[in-house]
């Protein structure tokens, strides 16, 4: 629950805008320190050596937060340069745009977004397609995606 309410508390005391901190990570990587320091905790009152490995999971996380962040804006402009130098079209700037935003995408999502016609969103997602930015999941309604996204969002 502790590491639920964490990001919660950073959030409603404003060090953080979105929950970018994923300690729950951390600690299962370092499962049995993890353990030993809440033991050390509850049997000797041993709070200094939690604070402290606490707050290294703070700052390891963080720093890989940043890395993430850093990689995905990075990679982001790459794919506006791709649209850019591909379209014309408004379009596909925006479906990027908000596949950045959402992860998952559909062409009546973009519609919505884009201020633009059915086959106009249609042809967006097409472009993007086409350059290897998205990549469509199929089903009904069909869902676009970006696995280079995914992969950079989740890549250690």
Do not use: N
């Not at 409603?12 to 499962?31: E, T």
């Not at 794919?79 to 596949?99: E, N, T, W």
């Not at 201020?115 to 472009?127: D, F, I, N, V």
Request: proline share 4%; with cysteine; hydrophobic share 45%.
């Amino acid at each position: 629950m502790g590491r639920l309410l964490i990001p919660i508390w950073l959030i409603g005391f404003g060090v953080m805008g979105r929950p970018l901190l994923y300690l729950s990570d951390y600690f299962d990587a370092q499962r049995e320190e993890y353990f030993d320091r809440l033991k050390g905790v509850s049997c000797r009152g041993e709070w200094q050596a939690w604070l402290e490995f606490f707050l290294e999971a703070v700052r390891s996380t963080a720093v890989d937060a940043v890395q993430r962040v850093q990689r995905i804006t990075d990679m982001h402009g790459r794919f506006r340069g791709q649209v850019l130098a591909s379209s014309r079209s408004q379009a596909p700037l925006a479906a990027l745009d908000l596949v950045m935003e959402r992860v998952f995408v559909t062409a009546s999502e973009i519609e919505k977004y884009a201020h633009c016609s059915s086959p106009t969103a249609r042809e967006a997602l097409k472009t993007l397609t086409s350059l290897g930015i998205v990549k469509s999941m199929g089903g009904y309604p069909a869902r676009w995606y970006s696995p280079e996204l995914i992969a950079q969002a989740y890549e250690a």
